[in-house]
């Protein structure tokens, strides 16, 4: 019998000033909270979740986050919810934040609140954490057993980011579509262990569509520090749009080549939307798609502000070794490259990093 299926947060909330709502958007879900952090935004949080929360009697406390999402930074943070009797666990920060929370709110059976800061990722929406190794490097996927209950998203804090961290997401929700037609023609699974529905798969197409529209102009908005329609889309396609057709269309080659590339140091410092554009190029190559399409591909991370060769990510050296290192844990087992519809094997993953790698080069 054939299963699909899709899934996504249980209430997705998006806005201008919505996190100083905050409190009644979540009273239903415990009488105290904590709060996990990035440390650039604590303040900024307790100023705004402070006067969500001034007339309530619901306690809020708040930890910062130590800054990598690994098994140790899990476990501390755990803790600290035991120690607060904290009935729900809410984190705002970036992508590796979220995560965190995510794994902290399945292994302590909690609810979780989602409040990115950044539309850098698709990280709010999934049932998914990304767990690194104290080094940097990936480590392993922690499938959870159901979405967060709850994401907020205030346009107001998202604005005034860095655009690096929107055209970061728009590398992320760039892949949506490439990946979700892999494994559509895979007949793979999607990240929950079921088949496509044609709703992620339209949810994915809606994703490419609306960032090959507005990319450009969010961009410039966010330059700006202005809120338009075309950056609201934007914040919708990299964090819903993306989240949601991803987790349930699947992930494929760019995604495992993203993973691949952590083994080298010198990308430590790289963003995973930006590794993930990247593999975006290596995967089309892989497929061997119309030159056509992989122009427009390169064109629109050009006018984003995204890498399209190793050279762009800081790789000044093409060490034959290195690049194999990162083939290898790209065809790891278990990660999304074997989502691909034919037969992938290490060595035409280094020669596809190796053309994606020149024709980036030569388009740009």
Known sequence: MIVKSIQSPSKYIQGSGVLLKLESYIESLGKSFLVVADPFVVDQAKEKIGKSFQSSEKEVSFEKFNGECTKSEIDRLIEIVKAKKAEAVVAIGGGKTLDTVKAIGYYTSLPVVIIPTLASCDAPCTALTVIYTEKGEFSEYLFLPHNPDMVIVDTDIIVKAPVKFLAAGMGDAFATYYEARACYKANAKNLVGTKITKAAMALAELCHETLLADGVKAKLSNEKGVLTKA??????????????????????????????????????????????????????????????????????????????????????????????KVAESSCAEGDTMHNMPFDVDVESVYGAIIVANEIGKQFK
């Open 231 to 324: 950056l609201e889309n934007i914040i919708e396609a990299n964090i819903y749009l993306s989240g949601v057709g991803a987790e349930s269309s699947g992930l494929a080659a760019a995604h495992a080549i993203s993973n691949g590339l952590t083994v080298l140091t010198e990308l430590h410092r790289v963003s995973h939307g930006e590794k993930v554009a990247f593999g975006t190029l290596v995967q089309l190559v892989l497929e061997d798609a119309p030159i056509e399409e992989i122009k427009q591909a390169i064109e629109f991370m050009v006018n984003i502000g995204l890498p399209v060769s190793l050279e762009d990510m800081g790789v000044n050296v093409i060490n034959k070794e290195a690049i194999m």
